[in-house]
């Protein structure tokens, strides 16, 4: 059975950051591919970041030069590190896993970026 739970989220002041982590159990991520997404009230789900099983990475235009998704293969856990931390990020972030689209997802993890 295929689990991912998310944590690190929290409340931060623009500017800040924080490091989200994924913990993968019931297959390894490094054979799938691994996603961020973050669901903001009165917005879209948006794609912030995703890394392929072969190690490439995207991003959302609107993260590019903030945010890193990285992978630790020993630990089965999928980061997002976020850096210069907007308003805008504010949102609950989940992880997912799977391609074209994430079968699998976490429960979220509330992020929360104050003025």
Known sequence: QVQLV?????LVQAG????LSCVVSG???RFNRMAWYRWAPGKERE??????SGGSTNYAD???????????????TVYLQMNSLKLEDTGVYYCGLGAPFPRY??????V????
Not at 16 to 19: I, P, Y
Request: hydrophobic fraction near 30%; charge should be positive.
């Open 6 to 10: 998310e944590s690190g989220g929290g």
């Open 105 to 110: 997802w976490g429960q979220g993890t509330q």
């Open 112 to 115: 929360t970026v104050s003025s």
């Open 62 to 76: 609107s993260v590019k030069g903030r945010f890193t998704i990285s992978g630790d293969n020993a630990k089965n």
């Open 16 to 19: 800040g950051s924080l490091r």
């Open 47 to 52: 794609l912030v970041a995703r890394i392929s």
């Open 27 to 29: 297959t390894s991520f």
